[in-house]
């Protein structure tokens, strides 16, 4: 797809140079302000090429992104009719598995203190032995 527009857009610069050339050959009084003409609607019309182009890929990319959104939420929905769960309540046992690891973690950092004192409790009475 990118490369037909590619190539239209080249068969438009070809046209618009000849149109260019032909203005310029045609014998006009000014040559110079015919050349100038024809480069700026050269320019415009290659410019307005490239934003149509542009819009179509940024409007592609939009609908895509929202057919995978729409595709989400509509997994979502089969999950929570299956497990009869709705996302609230998901979002609760999320935070409360994030609750429980954050405890694990400061369990094990309490161990660690704990055995680290029980250590240095222990090691006047193993020096003396």
């Known amino acids: 797809m990118e490369q037909d527009e590619d190539g239209r857009v080249g068969e438009l610069i070809e046209q618009l140079q000849s149109m260019r050339g032909s203005a310029v050959d045609g014998g006009s009084p000014d040559r110079r302000l015919a050349q100038e003409e024809g480069d700026a609607l050269w320019h415009q019309q290659a410019s307005t090429e490239r934003m149509e182009m ?23 929905a089969e999950l ?50």
């Open 54 to 76: 542009l819009e179509r890929k940024g409007e592609e990319e939009v609908a895509a992104t929202c057919a995978a959104l729409d595709l989400l939420l509509e997994k979502q």
């Open 80 to 129: 929570e009719a299956t497990m009869g769960v709705s996302s609230e309540e998901i979002d609760a046992i999320e935070r409360l598995y994030d609750m429980c690891q954050q405890g694990r973690a400061l369990g094990a950092e309490v161990m660690a203190v704990a055995k680290g004192l029980r250590d240095m409790r222990d090691l006047p009475s193993r020096s003396v032995a």
